[in-house]
């Protein structure tokens, strides 16, 4: 029987170290990647600037290295509009790894590089992603050197793509109506508005880029009910990221976006839901970069650097050119909801002077990158005053980003919106901090200074759900005490495994969130569920490119996903959650009554088809380039995780021996049955061993047990180099090791008992 080597083990290893430090690797903020790319045309720079002025086509590169890992054969194209010119040699780029075969870096098919355009500090689009995140859904952002032919071209901004692996990974599918909100035409006359302009759809093509198959009449619909029926508004997009989007545009003067005078630099994306969700793009200009707020028609309506400064946070609040913004500010609630979250922003990032420290830190993270770039739109001396002092930049000044939000905050502070005096909610408490699954529990808040019009909560069982809302009341019949004590209660029931909720109230003036992040942050209550144990339900077989093999209830050739019962009793996933990424690990929700039989199969298929009617469709796909799985529980425990590499099409992974063994390539594949191991592939190497790592993941201390007699203990890294060593003759079972001083990632526990007998685990330290 033919073996892989032991060098694909540990690319398999590798993957899923990189899957967990996904997060510190390409878009860690604190370090710049080094990207190449090869071309063997010598006119490569022709190339691309005659396909960005014609199809936008990519140029094919011989080869691109991201990293130090080399990718053969990867497209390669110019982007951007106003930050793109054929005379510039600092051209923003978009690399696809998969546009000619398919590969990917850490999961990530797009690399979008922007040429910090109109950015002295260089720092403005990773800083400002780094503030959004706080609050909505938004990309990853850090730097990249980039070199091509060996030359050094400089520093770029190395921006996470809004793609359908986006959104899928935030919004729970991806194959649904997906629009970019950029004109074609740059210009005050065709704004990306999403005002309705006629039931043809021919009319909107200008304005707008469809990244989805369909979805035209969808948008036509959209535009219809923001301009023609506010009242729809809750029940078309996602008010609360909407509101968010809204209030850091204008917080930090994010004028190349929907706020400004083009509309523009926006992603909707109509999720299963039927809500449409917004997603911010392009920050480069952030912090007062785009000096354009737009005014009613076709004005640019172009604010100096007091203008931007002293710019009202109730820009466009009558303008139908921007019927998002009309939406919220016309609507009582919705207006005291957006002040709060401009509230939120400017006290948790500017008023105590954060950002400040922030920014001096990612430019000495960039410093000597940006001294060595003699391609860069400013000198070093820009550079270096790029957060105190305003730069000439064209026609208009780029204003020092602590010199704009010194004074921003200030002024925000001093306007009547700001001074009104929101109700203070001081406790927020549950009647049962375990509560029985389809029992019912009292959630109460203590909100006092408020005289309040309402308090709410907000409240939902699964992150793919939208919150619903309910009034709470103080009139002691809800489990809330004494009437008018100023605690409000509220009852619901648990009909899943878990509940996330958040409290709102307001007064005539002003409103307020508990947690203030909300909804994009909120609480979490558990309910009492026996669910599957470590070790009881295991990852058994997966097909992640299905061609010919077994098709759905509906005849489609799907990615599926096998679990196995290794237990000899019947077990509930009902509590459980199945994801692809570590950093979402509550992605799909078993739902109630998924029931796997003592020995048996149960079966998924990744197709991200939204049914509750046949067989159990989860809300994520397979890539076939290669990620993870996860098992894990309500409060995170990993209970089975696998990683893979690139697939063969109708080739699964499967455990051998059947349930217990390590993941192998079959070329059988087995759906909802026995593994056929003897038609696969062995691992060498790593087997199972006896040996006990616990808890595992973990954060500091190991329990190591299961050989009679530890002489070793070894810690590896997945090239096999040792962490930690920790050797004693006299050692038993149940060994302490202390991990704290790891990094978060993958590593091996190597035991030896000092009889040439070993075993090796895998273990996650986070």
């Known amino acids: 029987m033919q073996k892989i080597k032991f060098a694909l083990l540990f690319f398999f290893l590798f993957f899923l170290s990189e899957e967990f430090l996904r997060a510190q690797t390409l878009y860690d903020i604190n370090t710049i990647q ?15 600037d005659t396909a960005k002025y014609g199809s936008e086509g990519y140029i094919l590169a011989d080869w691109v290295m991201i990293n130090g890992q080399e990718f053969d054969s990867v497209g390669v194209k110019y982007k951007g509009n106003s930050s793109y010119d054929s005379t510039y040699l600092k051209n923003p780029l978009h690399i696809s790894l998969d546009e000619f075969r398919g590969q990917s870096y850490e999961g990530y098919s797009d690399i979008k590089l922007g040429n910090e355009y109109a950015d002295p500090s260089m720092i403005r689009e990773a800083l400002a992603y780094s503030i959004l995140q706080h609050y909505m859904d938004c990309p990853k ?50 704004r990306s508005n999403l005002k309705y302009i006629n039931a043809d759809s021919s009319s909107y093509q200008v304005r707008y880029d469809l990244q989805s198959d369909i979805g035209w009449n969808d948008l036509v619909a959209l535009c219809d009910s923001m301009s023609n029926n506010p009242a729809s508004f809750s029940s078309m997009v996602d008010a609360d990221r909407v509101i968010w989007m809204l209030a850091f545009n204008n917080v930090l003067v994010n004028l190349d976006s929907y706020t400004g005078a083009f509309a523009q630099n926006h992603y909707v994306y109509k999720d299963n839901t039927g809500h449409y969700n917004p997603v911010v793009w392009d920050l480069n200009m952030a912090f007062g970069g785009f000096p354009f707020a737009g005014s009613q028609g076709v004005g640019m309506g172009t604010l100096d650097t007091t203008g931007m400064q002293t710019m009202s946070p109730l820009l466009h609040a009558t303008e139908s050119d ?18 709060a979250h401009m509230r ?11 950002y400040v420290s922030d920014a001096s830190a990612l430019q000495n993270i960039v410093a000597a990158s940006v001294l060595a770039d003699s391609n860069n739109f400013f000198t070093y001396s820009d550079f270096q005053d790029g957060l105190t002092r305003d730069l000439l930049f064209g026609s208009h ?8 939000m010194t004074a921003r905050v200030n002024y925000l502070d001093s306007t009547a919106e700001f001074q009104y005096v929101p109700p203070v909610i001081s ?18 808040a203590q909100v006092s200074n408020s005289n309040s019009n309402a308090v709410f909560l907000g409240y939902r069982y699964d992150k793919s759900e939208k919150f619903s809302r309910v009034l709470m009341y103080d009139d002691g019949l809800h489990n809330d005490g004494v009437s008018g004590d100023g605690n409000y209660g509220a009852g619901i029931s648990i009909s899943s495994a878990q509940v996330q909720y958040y409290v709102y109230a307001e007064n005539n003036d002003a409103g307020i969130f508990s947690p203030q992040r909300a909804e994009h942050e909120f609480y979490s209550l558990n309910a009492n569920i026996q669910t599957a144990q470590q070790g009881e339900v295991v990852i058994n077989e997966f097909l992640a490119v299905n061609q010919n093999d077994t098709v759905d209830e509906n005849g489609a050739h799907e990615d599926w996903i096998e679990l196995y019962n290794a237990t000899s009793n ?37 197709d991200e088809d939204n049914t509750t009617t046949g067989d159990l469709h989860c809300n994520f796909k397979l890539s076939s380039n290669g990620e993870a799985l996860f098992i894990s529980n309500a409060v995170g425990n990993i209970l089975d995780s696998i990683s893979f590499g690139i697939q063969t099409a109708d080739h699964s992974m499967a455990r051998c021996p059947n349930g217990t063994g390590p993941l192998v390539v079959v070329n059988s594949p087995s759906f909802g049955g026995s593994n056929h191991c003897t038609d696969g592939i062995e691992e060498e190497g790593f087997g199972e061993s006896n040996i006990s790592v616990f808890p595992n993941p973990s954060k500091n201390l190991l329990t190591v047990s299961g050989m009679s007699s530890i002489h070793s203990i070894s810690i590896l890294d997945v090239f096999g180099k040792k962490i930690i060593s920790v050797e004693n003759q006299k050692m038993k079972n ?29 273990i996650i330290i986070h």
């Open 397 to 404: 000044y780029v204003p020092g980003i602590v010199n704009l």
């Open 141 to 190: 952002s850090n730097f990249a050197e980039l070199y091509i032919n060996g030359n050094y071209i400089g520093l770029f901004s190395n921006d996470e793509s809004i793609s359908k692996k986006f959104c899928s990974d935030h919004f729970y599918s991806s194959q649904n109506t997906f629009i970019k909100c950029n004109p074609k035409i740059t210009s005050a006359a065709f």
């Open 734 to 762: 149940d060994v302490i090791v202390d991990a704290s001083s790891i990094p978060s990632g993958v590593y091996f526990v190597k035991v030896e008992n000092g009889n040439s007998s070993s075993g090796k685990k895998i």
């Open 322 to 339: 921007w019927p998002l913004i009309t939406s919220v500010l016309n609507n009582a609630m919705y207006k005291r909801m957006y002040i």
């Open 344 to 354: 939120t922003i400017t006290q948790e990032m500017f008023t105590g002077g954060s």
């Open 427 to 444: 406790t927020v408490a549950v009647s049962d901090t375990l509560p029985d699954y389809l029992g019912t529990v009292a959630i109460t």
């Open 34 to 48: 080094r990207i190449e790319i090869g071309f063997s045309q010598p006119n490569w720079d022709y190339q691309m």
């Open 570 to 606: 019947p077990l509930n996933l009902f509590g459980l959650y199945l994801s692809d990424t570590y950093a979402n690990l509550t992605k799909f929700s078993f739902p109630e009554n998924s029931v796997i039989q003592p020995n048996a199969y149960f079966m998924i298929w990744a």
